[in-house]
């Protein structure tokens, strides 16, 4: 049974695309997850895009053990020299280098043809293995380049010393027939292609994405490329729990198999959403909550009487845990700890403090403590974005109607000692809040998405708010986690504030990279009008 290699690009692909930036902290706390899981290559992100890329990528070849760490890079000598000095600390590294081969990315972006396009290739490549052994050629859009060609670009790399050639479906336009079709006629046609890695990257726009990297699997591909809950360009990339799932599930289909430690994919997926923002939707493959919830009477009487009457996978194979944690405002440190890491969770000795906080905070108000509620903790906070400021005390009076409007007082501490309280009136609850944050801070806060969710059961149940907001023109993603759901949406836009605080500091200070990457608006003049933040 052949070995599946599984080649992460959330950090890459994924944070690239709008909605999904993450601290350099956050990165480094994904990037271990993934290591946890046993990814096989970490793609860490594009050092020459940015000062902040670099420094990610430099920090996670320096931190994270135990995965190849891969950069990606243009065939440019540049890149490729800033590819090869942040990778310099990993004890495993791989540089990633592309060029587009099809007609249209070589008419109509790079203004190159055919013989430029192949020289830049086999130039790229020979400069990055000087560099290192571990090379991967991309062949951008590949799936859209004549295959006489794609053929000759490819057997050009392999004898300049690539190691795994990608064959993109960079625009998702592939079908599942079309890939196994052209993995085998390229495994067939190039030269010296049986002693490389052949690699599949498939994009989702027409939501073949896993499906067509299962077929090139088929086709010869050792090599897939995916992301955690398919987050990427436009609608994102292949999912690696779900193809990861669907070799292990379907073995008997594939006769492969994989070395990720699939235990540790929902909570490795749910990291992610907090980090990022973003909710799992409760249908979504393997990691929804959903996946292994029945309602009707139909599917509930055959999973009592077997469960695989309705379930093709085991929920603990995923790390969907049916127990219920018993702990209370009485359990100690040790036995959160314990229960933590039964969960997946390897709680590190600075985060331990603030997880105990916040669990006997929460157990002091609710009857029962499920595992999703100390899930919920330890993600938010791994999450979370220190800042400046700190929610001391939060009042909020709505009304439904009425001639006032509604209300919203709260006081923020700041590191430096200070205090300060303001009240703020809006169309909504949320919106006074917004006001008042923006009479502390001076910032100018415009909310764009707010979505809010339960995170247990019961009447004291936790509820989680995602929010994205423009500060002074300038997009960021905040978190918020209460048993009151207005608050927790005050604690998703501190979470704003506090980014939008330290982004505007390492400005201030000359020479320090940027490594919050916020989202600057696509271009000058597209800033939306505000909004009511009336929820």
Same mark, same amino acid.
């Given at each position: 049974?052949?070995?599946?290699?599984?080649?992460?690009?959330?950090?890459?692909?994924?944070?690239? @695309?709008?909605?999904? @930036?993450?601290?350099?902290?956050?990165?480094?706390?994904?990037?271990?997850?993934?290591?946890?899981?046993?990814?096989?290559? $970490?793609?860490?992100?594009?050092?020459?895009?940015?000062?902040?890329?670099?420094?990610?990528?430099?920090?996670? =070849?320096?931190?994270?053990?135990?995965?190849?760490?891969?950069?990606?890079?243009?065939?440019?000598?540049?890149?490729?020299?800033?590819?090869?000095?942040?990778?310099?600390?990993?004890?495993?590294?791989?540089?990633?280098?592309?060029?587009?081969?099809?007609?249209?990315?070589?008419?109509?972006?790079?203004?190159?043809?055919?013989?430029?396009?192949?020289?830049?290739?086999?130039?790229?490549?020979?400069?990055?293995?000087?560099?290192?052994?571990?090379?991967?050629?991309?062949?951008?859009?590949?799936?859209?380049?004549?295959?006489?060609?794609?053929?000759?670009?490819?057997?050009?790399? $392999?004898?300049?010393?690539?190691?795994?050639?990608? $064959?993109?479906?960079?625009?998702?336009?592939?079908?599942?027939?079309?890939?196994?079709?052209?993995?085998?006629?390229?495994?067939?046609?190039?030269?010296?292609?049986?002693?490389?890695?052949?690699?599949?990257?498939?994009?989702?726009?027409?939501?073949?994405?896993?499906?067509?990297?299962?077929?090139?699997?088929?086709?010869?591909?050792?090599?897939?490329?995916?992301?955690?809950?398919?987050?990427?360009?436009?609608?994102?990339?292949?999912?690696?729990?779900?193809?990861?799932?669907?070799?292990?599930?379907?073995?008997?289909?594939?006769?492969?198999?994989?070395?990720?430690?699939?235990?540790?994919?929902?909570?490795?997926?749910?990291?992610?959403?907090?980090?990022?923002?973003?909710?799992?939707?409760?249908?979504?493959?393997?990691?929804?909550?959903?996946?292994?919830?029945?309602?009707?009477?139909?599917?509930?009487?055959?999973?009592?009487?077997?469960?695989e009457t309705y379930e093709i996978m085991k929920p603990e194979d995923v790390g969907v845990l049916n127990s219920?944690?018993?702990?209370?405002?009485?359990?100690?440190?040790?036995?959160?700890?314990?229960?933590?890491?039964?969960?997946?969770?390897?709680?590190?000795?600075?985060?331990?403090?603030?997880?105990?906080?916040?669990?006997?905070?929460?157990?002091?108000?609710?009857?029962?403590?499920?595992?999703?509620?100390?899930?919920?903790?330890?993600?938010?906070?791994? =999450?979370?974005?220190?800042?400046?400021?700190?929610?001391?005390?939060?009042?909020?009076?709505?009304?439904?109607?009425?001639?006032?409007?509604?209300?919203?007082?709260?006081?923020?501490?700041?590191?430096?000692?200070?205090?300060?309280?303001?009240?703020?009136?809006?169309?909504?609850?949320?919106?006074?809040?917004?006001?008042?944050?923006?009479?502390?801070?001076?910032?100018? $806060?415009?909310?764009?998405?707010?979505?809010?969710?339960?995170?247990?059961?019961?009447?004291?149940?936790?509820?989680?708010?995602?929010?994205?907001?423009?500060?002074?023109?300038?997009?960021?993603?905040?978190?918020?986690?209460?048993?009151?759901?207005?608050?927790?949406?005050?604690?998703?836009?501190?979470?704003?504030?506090?980014?939008?605080?330290?982004?505007?500091?390492?400005?201030?200070?000359?020479?320090?990279?940027?490594?919050?990457?916020?989202?600057?608006?696509?271009?000058?003049?597209?800033?939306?009008?505000?909004?009511?933040?009336?929820?």
């Amino acid at each position: 049974m052949a070995t599946i290699k599984i080649f992460d690009t959330s950090l890459r692909d994924g944070e690239q @695309s709008p909605g999904f @930036s993450m601290t350099l902290g956050q990165k480094l706390r994904v990037a271990r997850a993934l290591a946890e899981l046993k990814v096989d290559i $970490i793609e860490a992100g594009f050092p020459a895009a940015s000062p902040g890329d670099f420094e990610a990528v430099k920090a996670v =070849a320096t931190e994270v053990q135990g995965a190849t760490i891969a950069a990606l890079c243009r065939t440019v000598p540049r890149d490729i020299e800033r590819a090869a000095k942040a990778l310099a600390p990993a004890a495993s590294s791989r540089i990633h280098t592309f060029i587009a081969t099809s007609p249209i990315h070589r008419q109509q972006k790079l203004n190159m043809n055919r013989d430029e396009v192949l020289k830049a290739a086999v130039a790229g490549v020979q400069l990055a293995k000087s560099f290192m052994d571990d090379v991967e050629f991309s062949a951008e859009d590949g799936i859209r380049t004549e295959r006489d060609y794609l053929a000759e670009v490819l057997q050009a790399v $392999i004898e300049a010393g690539a190691t795994t050639v990608n $064959i993109p479906d960079t625009v998702g336009y592939s079908t599942p027939q079309e890939m196994t079709e052209l993995f085998a006629w390229l495994r067939d046609t190039v030269p010296g292609i049986d002693n490389v890695t052949m690699s599949t990257h498939c994009h989702d726009d027409l939501g073949l994405a896993v499906a067509n990297s299962l077929a090139a699997v088929e086709g010869g591909a050792r090599q897939i490329e995916c992301t955690l809950n398919g987050i990427g360009e436009r609608a994102g990339n292949c999912a690696l729990e779900e193809v990861v799932m669907a070799l292990r599930t379907r073995a008997d289909r594939y006769g492969h198999e994989t070395r990720i430690d699939t235990r540790k994919l929902h909570n490795a997926s749910h990291l992610l959403a907090a980090v990022t923002g973003n909710f799992v939707p409760r249908n979504k493959a393997v990691v929804g909550e959903n996946a292994f919830a029945h309602e009707s009477g139909i599917h509930q009487h055959g999973v009592l009487a077997n469960r695989e009457t309705y379930e093709i996978m085991k929920p603990e194979d995923v790390g969907v845990l049916n127990s219920q944690l018993v702990l209370g405002k009485h359990s100690g440190k040790a036995a959160v700890i314990d229960r933590a890491k039964d969960m997946g969770f390897e709680l590190e000795a600075g985060e331990i403090d603030d997880v105990m906080r916040r669990f006997k905070e929460l157990a002091d108000r609710k009857k029962r403590v499920f595992d999703s509620d100390l899930e919920a903790i330890i993600t938010g906070n791994q =999450a979370h974005t220190a800042g400046p400021w700190a929610l001391q005390w939060l009042s909020v009076v709505s009304r439904v109607s009425g001639e006032e409007d509604p209300t919203a007082s709260l006081t923020l501490a700041h590191e430096n000692g200070d205090t300060a309280t303001q009240t703020g009136e809006g169309d909504g609850p949320v919106d006074a809040i917004v006001k008042a944050l923006e009479s502390i801070t001076g910032m100018d $806060i415009v909310v764009l998405n707010l979505a809010m969710r339960s995170i247990s059961l019961g009447e004291d149940a936790q509820g989680e708010a995602t929010m994205r907001a423009l500060v002074d023109g300038v997009q960021y993603s905040g978190n918020g986690l209460s048993t009151d759901i207005v608050a927790a949406c005050a604690e998703a836009l501190l979470e704003i504030v506090n980014r939008a605080s330290r982004h505007a500091e390492r400005l201030a200070e000359r020479g320090e990279p940027d490594d919050e990457s916020p989202e600057p608006l696509v271009a000058a003049g597209l800033r939306p009008q505000r909004q009511s933040n009336a929820a």
